[in-house]
């Protein structure tokens, strides 16, 4: 089994529907990430968390929000679907500072 | 401004050569280089990590460098396989009292039988 889990794997949806992304671990990690991914850019920052209690915002939250449910879940929300938010979404996972990102396979995400 | 620009977007090579990819960055203070390899349908996965001190660090057939100086890495791969085939992803952390992570846009590579 994948140590990080998204779902689902690809979503089509239309303007100004409210879709949810959901990424589960098994890695007993505190810290979960959710970044964007957009074609010749770098994966960018949306929201951040390093407990249950505790959410932050990323360079692009605008448009998002997010849900720490228990340290092993952290879900992703776009209230109102725009096109601009078509991209490949990852969680992931990371124990501390120095260690690596842990990502999950990615949701497409096509908004029409 | 924190940037990693990474050269080339885009190369091909035949199965069994060498190819070296270069990331330049100007994030501040440095903390870590990384490099990613990220296959198709999948997400990115550590290759290597440099921190300051270091200017070589080998994983199999996968050599980075680091030339903190001049605030450039390179990713050397060796005996090139049709496996090699993704894009690589330089990734350089700051430690600005929060952490903050910046991500190149990538280097497809594409290796051919």
């Known amino acids: 089994d994948a140590d990080v889990t998204q779902t689902p794997r690809n979503r089509i949806t239309k303007t100004g529907k409210r879709i949810m992304l959901e990424c589960s671990q098994t890695?007993?990690?505190?810290?979960m990430y959710w970044y964007r991914q957009d074609p010749g850019l770098g994966l960018r920052l949306i929201y951040y968390?390093?407990?249950?209690?505790?959410?932050n915002k990323g360079e692009i939250s605008d448009g998002y929000s997010v849900s720490r449910q228990a340290q092993a879940k952290f879900s992703l929300s776009l209230e109102s679907a725009i096109p601009n938010q078509t991209a490949l979404y990852f969680c992931?996972?990371?124990?501390?500072?120095?260690?690596?990102?842990?990502f999950g396979n990615g949701t497409r995400l096509t908004v029409t | 401004k924190n940037q990693v620009e990474q050269s080339p977007q885009s190369l091909i090579i035949l199965e069994g050569k060498n190819c070296t990819l270069q990331?330049?960055?100007?994030?501040?203070?440095?903390?870590?280089l990384r490099w990613y390899k990220q296959d198709t349908g999948r997400g990115p996965v550590s290759l290597t990590i440099m921190t300051f001190s270091e200017n070589t660090k080998s994983n199999g057939r996968y050599t980075a460098t680091l030339d903190a100086d001049t605030k450039q890495s390179s990713l050397h791969i060796t005996a090139s396989q049709l496996s090699d085939s993704a894009s690589y992803i330089c990734v350089v952390s700051a430690n600005t009292g929060g952490f903050k992570t910046i991500f190149g846009a990538g280097t497809r590579l594409f290796v051919k039988a």
């Open positions: 968390s390093f407990d249950v209690k505790d959410i």
């Open positions: 890695k007993g990690h505190d810290r």
């Open positions: 990331c330049n960055y100007t994030v501040s203070p440095f903390s870590n």
């Open positions: 992931a996972t990371r124990g501390d500072y120095n260690s690596p990102l842990h």
